[in-house]
């Protein structure tokens, strides 16, 4: 199995940047592609978001193209999203996912271990 927990969010002014981590626990963290959600409330859960299981292919939804970064360190046991150029809609709760699929996942069913989230607020 893998644990995740996110960390990094917080209150920031729009146009400012965040780089949330996902601190992962178990040996096949290397072996999983990891996605990055967001949901506000009310709001369905999205991806913003994916990465393989080695890092060389990356997949962004039209929310994050452009704007965010992501990354993972497997070392580490960690994935990283870079969020520069913040804006009020960005708010909602960020969570990290991990699939054993063998590519990226799209769909939140797609994804098995999931951490509790990270709230991340950007001001007007």
């Known amino acids: 199995q893998v644990q995740l927990v996110e960390s990094g969010g917080g209150l920031v002014q729009a146009g400012g940047s965040l780089r949330l981590s996902c601190a992962a626990s178990?040996?096949?963290?290397?072996?999983?592609?990891v996605g990055w959600f967001r949901q506000a409330p009310g709001k369905e859960r999205e991806l913003v978001a994916a990465?393989?299981?080695?890092?060389?292919?990356?997949y962004y939804t039209d929310s994050g193209k452009g704007r965010f970064t992501v990354s993972r360190d497997n070392a580490k046991n960690t994935a990283y999203l870079q969020m520069n150029s913040l804006k009020p809609e960005d708010t909602a709760v960020y969570y990290c996912a991990a699939t054993q699929r063998n590519r990226l996942g799209y769909r939140t069913t797609e994804y098995d271990y999931w951490g509790p989230g990270t709230q991340v607020t950007v001001s007007s």
């Open positions: 178990g040996r096949t963290f290397s072996s999983t592609a």
């Open positions: 990465i393989s299981w080695g890092g060389g292919t990356t």
